[in-house]
């Protein structure tokens, strides 16, 4: 085979592409034989590459553990590489180990580390625009048009600036300044958010709620799909996020019984890396932010979520400083490496200040999200504060739920968006949702009762049309329709507007009981807050009129009361001047409530 020429791997082919994409095996050798000794090698070279810029995927594995040896704080050696490697079951992706002790044998002198990281960084860029380029191609090829062909290039571009400045490269220092020119060349709103539309690529969120609202559940659902390149709230599937779940909130008990219930089995979990009561130190450290950045390393991950913050920071949640060292330590490195994070928080004892504790936390998000439960299974997700504005800033979503038996039904459990006819003057929709305050309203106008009508008539005119309502709901309507009589000049017809004086939606503020916190219960997998399922808003009976029997009413402070039984009293009687019913009349009634006389034969028997 003398007579034969062998073409070397990198040689271009007649076509003008080349066998291997652009890499240097040599560089990337070296940096990673050194890494294993010397910390301050690494330390510069991290600087300049990540894991993503090394084309071998051995290479990429031990960069990956070396980083988190770093992350704890211990010295590092080859043999503990392998040791590491070897309890994750990876050895065979690094020849039994015996790559590492050759590579890690005789390092190079540390000083050198920093000019072979550039290499594999030119190199890196190199392979990034050939993979472009490829794309543009197989674009074409399916029949792109202009405008698809921009966007690819656009967003191609933007990531490109936004790696620059991320710091890698030789000008590190220099590279987070602007190109003016390339600045407003680009297209930042070509940009496609995330599934759901809450957030896009590198964006950081905050998701606040209470407890009973399932803000773990809403996210577990939403990362999974993500994950596995599902669609989500009626948004277009797109391909699946690498997605790293940190969660010290819920059992895995609770974990295994939601994910099961949305339909998930250990083959369809996708990209989703979930970390259960993580060893992390705490966030708001650098010893917790080393943590982190190295657990995203090692996964890959572009997305990650918190649940819940304030479970993972060392510092007072009143004080301003733990939040401003947990953007120092954790949040900057991911924005700046363009890695998206979803941190949930909880409403404070005022659901007028949003999160609990101070506000510095909401200063470096880019959304911060509401998640307020209404009852029935309805759910309102409000946008409070963004950077951006882009995107939808509410949603009336239906959290679906059934059981099998005394288990939650295998994928019987998601969240989708409210499905309505658009109602002139529905606030957010809510008038068309049986059992919320706003359709009780809308009722209460169609039927033409009047603003100044009691609980009673109220509760009446309910019945009549067998409407549902509970009765904490019914007297919230009362108390809101008589509220809008006082003030001139308010429509009252159907047409109710939607915009609200205080900017936020209906029953998410102190003073509105929702109505379902107070009974036992599961209403979703892997929370306990009331009764099973997510039940029907029960049929209200017609009440009984003039015996005191049926549904108890509740008392309205500006109605008259009848001095026996403490209920109500209709118009006619206290026209009159009468303070009891017909029926509780000392005189002439016979009210159960009323007290009685005890006649001769009982004092005799009681002697």
Not at 384 to 410: C, K, M, S, Y
Not at 433 to 456: C, K, M, Q, S, W
Not at 471 to 486: C, F, L, M, N, P
Not at 493 to 509: I, K, M, Q
Request: negative net charge; hydrophobic residues 35%; contains cysteine.
């Amino acid at each position: 085979m003398e007579n034969v020429r062998h073409i070397p791997r990198n040689e271009a082919d007649k076509d003008g592409f080349t066998q291997v994409p652009p890499c240097d095996l040599e560089a990337e050798e070296y940096v990673i034989g050194v890494v294993m000794h010397e910390k301050m090698a690494y330390d510069e070279c991290s600087l300049l590459i990540g894991r993503d810029d090394l084309y071998k995927p051995s290479h990429q594995l031990i960069w990956d553990t070396v980083a988190g040896i770093y992350a704890t704080g211990q010295q590092c050696h080859p043999a503990l590489v392998r040791a590491e490697i070897e309890k994750q079951g990876q050895l065979h992706r690094v020849n039994e180990g015996n790559l590492i002790y050759r590579l890690g044998g005789s390092p190079i002198n540390p000083l050198m580390a920093a000019a072979f990281a550039e290499r594999i960084a030119a190199t890196a860029r190199q392979r990034r625009y050939d993979s472009h380029s490829t794309i543009l191609k197989q674009a074409i090829a399916g029949g792109a048009d202009g405008d698809e062909l921009a966007a690819i290039v656009a967003e191609f571009q933007q990531g490109e600036q936004l790696r620059e400045n991320t710091g890698r490269g030789p000008s590190h220092l220099v590279a987070s300044l602007l190109n003016w020119d390339d600045f407003f060349l680009t297209d930042f709103g070509a940009i496609q958010l995330l599934p759901g539309k809450l957030m896009g690529p590198g964006q950081q969120i905050t998701l606040v709620g209470d407890g009973k609202a399932g803000k773990s559940l809403f996210t577990q659902e939403w990362m999974w799909r993500m994950a596995t390149g599902q669609s989500f709230l009626g948004d277009a599937p797109q391909k699946p996020v690498r997605i790293l779940y940190l969660d010290a909130e819920n059992g895995q008990e609770q974990v295994q019984e939601r994910f099961l219930s949305f339909g998930a089995n250990a083959r369809a979990m996708g990209e989703l890396k979930y970390a259960s009561f993580p060893p992390v130190r705490p966030l708001d450290t650098a010893g917790g932010g080393a943590d982190l950045i190295a657990l995203v390393k090692a996964t890959g991950a572009e997305l990650v979520v918190i649940d819940t913050v304030s479970r993972f920071i060392s510092g007072p949640e009143n004080d301003a400083d733990t939040w401003l060292n947990l953007y120092r330590h954790t949040l900057l490195p991911l924005k700046r490496d363009r890695i998206a994070s979803v941190r949930l928080d909880h409403f404070g004892k005022d659901k007028d200040r949003g999160g609990r504790g101070s506000s510095a936390k909401t200063q470096d998000v880019d959304h911060v999200w509401e998640l307020g439960y209404q009852g029935g299974g309805t759910l309102v997700l409000k946008r409070t504060h963004t950077r951006t504005g882009i995107g939808p800033d509410n949603f009336v979503i239906l959290r679906q739920a059934h059981r099998d038996g005394e288990n939650w039904a295998l994928g019987g459990t998601r969240h989708v968006l409210m499905t309505y006819e658009n109602e002139p003057g529905a606030v957010s929709g809510l008038a068309s949702i049986p059992g919320t305050v706003e359709h009780i309203i809308a009722t209460l106008d169609g039927a033409g009762v009047p603003d100044t009508a009691g609980n009673r008539i109220a509760r009446q005119a309910l019945a009549d049309r067998q409407v549902p309502g509970s009765s904490e709901k019914i007297a919230e309507a009362v108390r809101r329709r008589k509220a809008r009589s006082d003030s001139p000049g308010i429509d009252v017809s159907r047409n109710v507007s939607a915009d609200r004086p205080d900017g936020r939606f209906p029953e998410t503020f102190p003073g509105t009981d929702p109505g379902t916190h107070k009974t036992p219960g599961q209403t979703f997998p892997g929370t306990v807050a009331e009764t099973p399922g997510t039940p029907p808003v029960p049929h209200v009976p017609p009440s009984k009129r003039g015996n005191g029997e049926g549904t108890p009413e509740q008392a309205d402070p500006q109605e008259p009361l009848c001095t026996v039984c403490h209920t109500p009293l209709p118009d006619f009687r206290t026209d009159r001047g009468y303070d009891t019913h017909v029926g509780c009349d000392p005189a002439t009634g016979s009210h159960p409530d009323r007290p009685q006389h005890p006649t001769d034969d009982e004092h005799n028997g009681a002697a």
